[in-house]
């Protein structure tokens, strides 16, 4: 959100296991951006590495068996949200 906003976090359980989901105010994404997410290297910050994402992916998905979507809307802000299986 390089021109501030909030970011909301919230927490839940389910019998399934664990939700967490993160909303931005920020600055969105659009699909194409959003189909190559958790590329490694793949960055628009010009200090990025554009690793952030493929190791949250790899924590996630590959180590604990979870879930990662995500849903984003340009100029308006995007929603992370993990399942974790408990
Ligand atoms: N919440 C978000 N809102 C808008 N764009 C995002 C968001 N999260 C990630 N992105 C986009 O996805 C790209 C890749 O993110 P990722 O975290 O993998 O790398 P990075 O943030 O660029 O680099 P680093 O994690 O090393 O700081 C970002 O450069 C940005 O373009
Ligand atoms: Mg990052």
Redesign the pocket.
């Known amino acids: 959100m390089p021109e501030g906003g909030a970011l909301t976090i919230a927490t839940n359980r389910n019998a399934a296991g664990i939700l967490l989901t993160f909303t ?1 105010t ?4 659009t699909a194409e ?1 959003q189909a190559r ?1 958790f590329e490694p290297f ?4 010009v200090r ?7 190791i949250v992916h790899r924590i996630i998905v590959d180590a604990h068996r979870g879930r990662i979507t995500v849903t ?1 809307v340009p100029h308006r802000g ?1 929603t992370f949200r993990i399942e974790l299986p408990v």
């Open positions: 931005d920020g600055m969105g994404m951006q997410l793949l960055t628009t910050k990025g590495t554009g690793l952030g994402l493929a984003s995007t």
